[in-house]
């Protein structure tokens, strides 16, 4: 689960029912003080994933070496079970947005995608995770299907893939995509952590993590999960954040929807 301020009490205790938390790695990349106590102390309970939200893979200025150097002593401190960031860019050498900018699917923009993701991967000593994108947008000159330059990125960085279910969902919504030829056009064996997520609804779906998974995604989940076999799988909530028990319930769900499409998997 997505461990967020509300919950902390319970994170702290060792009380939240969750297999591992998920943290925003930039909110820990400091030298010392309340924010990096409070992880030590949730580690010291249950195992932690790095997700970051500012590398900015997709920069064509290249990645940033200090905030790499930042990103890898946290990880050497809290030994995390992997880390990841998304498929995007987010500022220039002036500038950073905070925002997930949406990237070209061109050979051009795959080939400084994957020079990035070999100098990150170098610096962290580790593989990453890549997660793909919710899109509102599509380039004229794109010669990629989204799933074709994910796949083409796996293949030439040795990357993993945290595939968001709900950000599939959404893009193949908004561009009229078929969301199940999306996954199984995946390299679904590189899949090492899922995300599920609630969007807004209307005539564009915007990937908000306001409100509950929808049943349309529960579905889009079990196609995957079918493919995938057991994965690690969180339930992400940034907005209109209710009690623990709720998100726990919704991971108890995940976690049904797992068993049974992995049973029907293995008879098949």
């Given at each position: 689960?997505?461990?967020?301020?509300?919950?902390?009490?319970?994170?702290?205790?060792?009380?939240?029912?969750?297999?591992?938390?998920?943290?925003?790695?930039?909110?820990?990349?400091?030298?010392?003080?309340?924010?990096?106590?409070?992880l030590?102390?949730?580690?010291?309970?249950?195992?932690?994933?790095?997700?970051?939200?500012?590398?900015?893979?997709g920069?064509?200025?290249?990645?940033?070496?200090?905030?790499?150097?930042?990103?890898?002593?946290?990880a050497?401190?809290?030994?995390?079970?992997?880390?990841?960031d998304?498929?995007?860019?987010?500022?220039?050498?002036?500038?950073?947005?905070?925002?997930?900018?949406?990237?070209?699917?061109?050979?051009?923009?795959?080939?400084?995608?994957?020079?990035?993701?070999?100098?990150?991967?170098?610096?962290?000593?580790?593989?990453m995770?890549?997660?793909?994108?919710?899109?509102?947008?599509?380039?004229?000159?794109?010669?990629?299907?989204?799933?074709?330059?994910?796949?083409?990125?796996?293949?030439?960085?040795?990357?993993?893939?945290?595939?968001?279910?709900?950000?599939?969902?959404?893009?193949?919504?908004?561009?009229?995509?078929?969301a199940?030829?999306?996954?199984?056009?995946?390299?679904?064996?590189?899949?090492?952590?899922?995300?599920?997520?609630?969007?807004?609804?209307?005539?564009?779906?915007?990937?908000?993590?306001?409100?509950?998974?929808?049943?349309?995604?529960?579905?889009?989940?079990?196609?995957?999960?079918?493919?995938?076999?057991?994965?690690?799988?969180?339930?992400?909530?940034?907005?209109?954040?209710?009690?623990?028990?709720?998100?726990?319930?919704?991971?108890?769900?995940?976690?049904?929807?797992?068993?049974r499409?992995c049973?029907?998997?293995?008879?098949?």
């Open positions: 689960m997505g461990m967020r301020r509300e919950h902390y009490p319970a994170f702290l205790a060792g009380d939240a029912n969750v297999d591992f938390a998920e943290v925003i790695s930039e909110n820990f990349m400091v030298e010392g003080g309340r924010p990096l106590d409070t030590r102390r949730v580690r010291a309970h249950y195992p932690v994933v790095l997700h970051g939200v500012s590398l900015s893979i920069s064509a200025h290249g990645v940033d070496d200090a905030y790499l150097a930042r990103l890898r002593r946290l050497d401190r809290i030994e995390p079970l992997w880390v990841s998304h498929l995007c860019w987010t500022r220039t050498h002036a500038h950073n947005s905070h925002d997930l900018l949406p990237l070209p699917y061109t050979e051009d923009s795959l080939a400084a995608v994957c020079a990035n993701i070999h100098r990150a991967q170098d610096a962290l000593a580790r593989p995770l890549f997660e793909n994108p919710s899109s509102y947008c599509r380039f004229p000159h794109d010669t990629l299907a989204e799933w074709e330059f994910i796949a083409a990125m796996v293949a030439r960085t040795g990357c993993q893939l945290l595939l968001d279910v709900n950000n599939v969902y959404v893009s193949a919504r908004n561009h009229g995509w078929d199940r030829v999306y996954l199984d056009g995946l390299p679904l064996q590189q899949v090492r952590q899922i995300h599920l997520a609630g969007h807004s609804p209307g005539e564009l779906l915007v990937d908000t993590h306001d409100r509950a998974v929808c049943d349309e995604v529960w579905g889009l989940y079990a196609h995957a999960v079918a493919r995938c076999g057991p994965v690690a799988t969180m339930i992400e909530r940034d907005g209109d954040i209710p009690p623990l028990e709720v998100l726990e319930a919704e991971l108890g769900h995940a976690r049904a929807i797992a068993a499409a049973r029907g998997a293995r008879a098949a």
